[in-house]
């Protein structure tokens, strides 16, 4: 199984900021990489997907980038809804892992 | 629009079986996506327990093969989780949602596994 691994675990930022959070594969998934934002109490919603693409809807502050093992979630000018629990996941083979998730806090 | 809503009870005994049903609105399951289960236990990360196509073609999680069936009833465009044998470690939040890509949610319903 295909094991993923964020980081940090925990990013203390504040408005305007611009953070990133990185996402790591245990073997190549080409670019077979999501991102979610979950708050507590809602669904999680879908930003990224394949990597680099943004999903409809979603503020062209978030961005995606990497592939084969390496990926990242940027977010430039932080605004107050950013703050949440941001989630990897792979889509190349099953089980569709998630990373172990990063918090964005004030 | 698509629209998913998990339903089912919201407590179930240790050793019982969980039983959730995802209805959906909005689309035909039979036009085609996977249609997953996910979970959340409290306080902890996301968890994908498995998916189904229209068809009936499955996968499940490794680390819950042997507790879980998925299935789905096309006629009534809906599919359902099945974990047997469930304790307390089962106790989290549920959500379905569509697709590989995960990209419409249900809002997720929570299942406590207790006495």
């Known amino acids: 199984d295909i094991q993923m691994t964020q980081s940090p675990s925990t990013l203390s930022a504040s408005v305007g900021d611009k953070i990133t959070i990185t996402c790591r594969a245990s073997q190549s998934i080409a670019t077979y990489l999501n991102w979610f934002q979950t708050k507590p109490g809602k669904a999680p919603k879908l930003l990224i997907y394949s990597a680099i693409n943004l999903e409809s809807g979603v503020p062209s502050r978030f961005s995606g980038g990497g592939s084969g093992t390496d990926f990242s979630l940027t977010i430039s000018n932080l605004q107050p809804e950013d703050f949440a629990t941001y989630f990897c996941q792979q889509s190349f083979s099953a089980p569709q892992a998630f990373g172990q998730g990063t918090k964005v806090e004030v | 629009q698509v629209q998913l809503q998990e339903s089912g009870p919201g407590l179930v005994k240790p050793s019982e079986t969980l039983s959730l049903t995802c209805t959906v609105s909005g689309y035909s399951i039979s036009s085609g996506y996977y249609w997953g289960w996910i979970r959340q236990p409290p306080g902890k990360g996301l968890e994908w327990i498995g998916s189904i196509y229209h068809s009936g073609n499955t996968y499940y999680n490794p680390s819950l093969k042997s507790r879980v069936t998925i299935s789905v009833d096309t006629s009534k465009n809906q599919f359902s989780l099945k974990l047997r044998s469930v304790t307390a470690a089962d106790t989290a939040v549920y959500y379905c949602?569509?697709?590989?890509?995960?990209?419409?949610w249900g809002q997720g319903t929570l299942v406590t596994v207790s006495s």
């Open positions: 949602a569509r697709g590989i890509l995960l990209d419409y």
